[in-house]
């Protein structure tokens, strides 16, 4: 339980309770009200302004009805066997439905030919139009008030959470019938844009709940980014740069016309990468300025002319977020382990979307507008089948690392931001993270064990801000470890998985592996055993089929 005590402690009740302020919290906050039934979302920043969708623009996965066939094999064969159909047409499908509902709420999309063209979004105007719906529709919304930790009942279903407002300096205690986790991935606060809010705090609190996730070796994704601004994570206009070294000799980098995309890594541990988006044609300039003028900022502001001048370039992590691991979900309507809990966007595993790709852009954006509603969905029904006296039950809390509230290991006080530099320095390396060995992985894992060890410590926590940074440096080290656990296990090269000492797809490891614990780790593989579909094809499962070992 968090040790900061204050004489003006809130506390609420709700239904349901949705932990998140991106599109995906947004959307199941909506589709839970639409529901009949009472809903709190508390965000760890203002919902609207904070995260990474709120921070620029973005595609979406949203194709006509006569390109869905050709999406879901594109989509289906990036995944390398791991995606399933089933779940593509799905998020496809309920994208596609969906977004004329944003329409309605006064997003304004562009128009060509008299129709509207709902193919992206400019991130901020977005949110604003998702906020003020949820605030139509009678959402309460908590802003600056991070959630830390879930309540279960005695039977283990989930009963709500507590966390800190910020601003009020106070604890609050949302009592709940269910809970959906829709608050993000993991990028280990790289500061990547936006993405500074998304330091697996869901992934924990499932994880101590008692959930499981799943496909956590996809979770070292790196985007290109200039040097002199290393936050804006753009890759699109790269796509038409070349590359060249210190000295100006040409990199190539390209295969058959297209972008190898383990060139940049690799160039880069050699030395420094420079790029010029001399590719680019007048067709392709106008295009890339208009939909990604946020990645032109850095050039204005340095002056410097992206087309004629070399620039240098590095790579950002970005970990989950674009990655694909996240809390494991069992059913349709994105139910975890725990019952009562719900897993959404970025927070939840994309395997069945992506496999190990990355899922960056498009389709995720798709996945938080679907996952976000069948999500708030399954919710409002599991709250409604518990009674008029849900919150009536019996409940404790699940938190146990970072916030004094679990046996201690050592008495010592842990220094919070020492802990994140810690991981920082295990995560961030291409050497470690990029290019993975079975040494290199154990070498990190037994220094991550030994931060691990430090957070059981009594951390600081003089004020609701020390208790939010105990808490996330806990959230970085258990993520850190559980993404090195397994792709340690998964001994092949499949995606963004890539190990060195094991370079080729065996096509024999066609399972996705879940993982938790929290002092000690496990794996476990779930074998797909519905045959590769070439080419996809449609089927009436309600779930994945796996076999579990």
Known sequence: MLTVHSENELQLSADVLVIGGGPAAAWAAWAAASQGVKVIIVDKGFLGT???????????????????????????????????????????KKTWLSLPLVESWGYRFPKEDGESVRQSYY?????????????????????????LELLLADDGSVAGARGVQRQHHRTYTVRAGAVVLANGGCAFLSK????????GDGLLMAVEAGGELSSMEASNHYAISTTFNATVTRGVPFGWAS???????????????????????????????????????PEVKAVIEKSHFIAFLPYTKAGIDPYTERVPVTLVLEGTVRGTGGIRIVNDDCATKVPGLYAAGD????????????????PNAAWAISTGQWAGEGAANFAKSLGAHAN?????????????????????????EAIVRGVQAEMFP??????????????SLAKLEKLWEQVQGNPKQDSVRDVEFSRRAA????????????????????SEHIRVDYPETDPNQRYYQATGGLDKLWVRRDWITDAPATPPVQTTQTTPTVSKL
């Open 50 to 92: 904070s995260g990474a969708a709120a921070a620029s623009g973005n595609g979406i996965m949203a194709p006509s009805p006569e390109n869905w066939e050709k999406v879901l094999s594109e989509r289906y064969r990036i995944g390398k066997n791991l995606a399933n159909s089933r779940w593509i047409e799905r998020v496809i």
């Open 123 to 147: 991130g901020p105007e977005y949110m604003r139009v998702l906020r003020k719906n949820l605030l139509r529709v009678g959402v309460q919304i908590l802003d600056q008030s991070p959630a």
């Open 192 to 199: 990547a844009l936006g993405c500074n809010t998304n330091t």
């Open 243 to 281: 590359y060249s070294d210190e000295a100006g000799n040409d990199l190539g980098g390209y295969i058959n016309g297209r972008r190898d995309p383990s060139f940049l890594p690799k160039a880069l541990l050699k030395g420094p990468v420079y790029a010029r988006l001399d590719r680019a044609t």
């Open 347 to 362: 927070a939840a595993s994309r395997e069945f979307l992506a496999g190990l790709a990355s899922g960056g852009g498009g």
């Open 392 to 416: 009536e039950r019996v409940a404790r809390p699940a938190g146990q690392v970072g916030l004094g509230s679990s046996p201690s290991h050592t008495s010592e006080t842990f220094d919070s």
């Open 430 to 443: 291409l050497e470690k993270n990029y290019l993975r060995s079975e040494q290199g992985l154990l070498d």
């Open 475 to 494: 959230a970085l080290t258990a993520v850190a470890r559980w993404a090195y656990f397994s792709a340690l296990h998964r001994t092949e090269t499949r």
